[in-house]
């Protein structure tokens, strides 16, 4: 059975700064993982998709990285904004396409 | 343009009693799917959708039942509400057929708060 875990499950950081997300997974058999953005009362918002065949991926200041053999993958944020702060949620997806969502880190992002 | 909208957004009821949550999605995508995000935040997939036919049934209370009329269109109906059904519900969507790595998109949620 996959298990996703995110840790720390809370982290502030003051504006600026570089930080990096942790996710790790104990089944190195997926398809993809997939990181989300959830802001407060509201759905997710994907942010990118890594494919399983892919170690990287980028979008603005992110960053992705995936290590499918130690199961593990980290999301990276450059310069990071107040408007940054939201729960981050990795996911992962296997064969019978089911997603399996790790617990979420909060990111605060102090002005 | 919303790609997938879910509704109602709120949802206040008492226990034992019966309610839908509909779920729309415009992105044609042949996959939708429901998730429960419980008081501790953790998403957990409840069913699964493809071309209208059931692929994932989790363990879930028979008294939860998908209804897909067609492949934009997954909605979810439960009987006698419990207390412990609260939860926030989101619909999702992706493509499948033909690609396994399709993003998903959510819906916004519907919060459900059974009294």
């Known amino acids: 059975k996959q298990e996703v875990t995110q840790i720390p499950a809370a982290l502030s950081v003051p504006e600026g700064e570089n930080l990096v997300l942790n996710c790790s997974f104990t089944?190195?058999?997926?398809?993809?993982l997939q990181w989300f953005r959830q802001d407060p009362g509201k759905g997710l918002t994907s942010l990118l998709l890594?494919?399983?065949?892919?170690r990287e991926q980028t979008s603005g200041r992110l960053n992705a990285s995936l290590d499918k053999s130690s199961g593990r993958s980290t999301l990276y944020i450059a310069a990071s904004q107040p408007g940054d702060s939201a729960t981050y949620l990795c996911?992962?997806?296997?064969?019978?396409?089911?997603?399996?969502f790790g617990t979420g880190t909060r990111l605060t992002i102090i002005p | 343009d919303t790609a997938v909208s879910q509704t109602p957004k709120y949802l206040v009821t008492q226990m034992g009693n019966d309610k839908s949550i509909k779920c729309e999605q415009n992105?044609?995508?042949?996959?939708m799917y429901w998730y429960k995000q419980d008081s501790k935040k953790f998403l957990k997939i409840m069913f699964s959708?493809?071309?209208?036919?059931?692929?994932i049934n989790e363990t879930v209370p028979n008294r939860f039942s998908p209804k897909s009329p067609d492949k934009a269109h997954l909605n979810l109906h439960i009987n006698s509400l419990e207390l412990g059904d609260s939860a926030v519900y989101f619909c999702?969507?992706?493509?499948?057929?033909?690609?396994?790595?399709?993003?998903?998109?959510f819906g916004n949620g519907t919060r459900l708060t059974v009294t």
């Open positions: 999702a969507s992706s493509q499948v057929t033909g690609s396994t790595n399709s993003p998903l998109h």
């Open positions: 992105l044609g995508h042949d996959t």
């Open positions: 089944d190195s058999a997926i398809y993809n």
């Open positions: 959708y493809n071309n209208k036919e059931l692929i």
């Open positions: 996911a992962v997806r296997r064969g019978n396409e089911k997603l399996t």
């Open positions: 890594i494919q399983s065949s892919q």
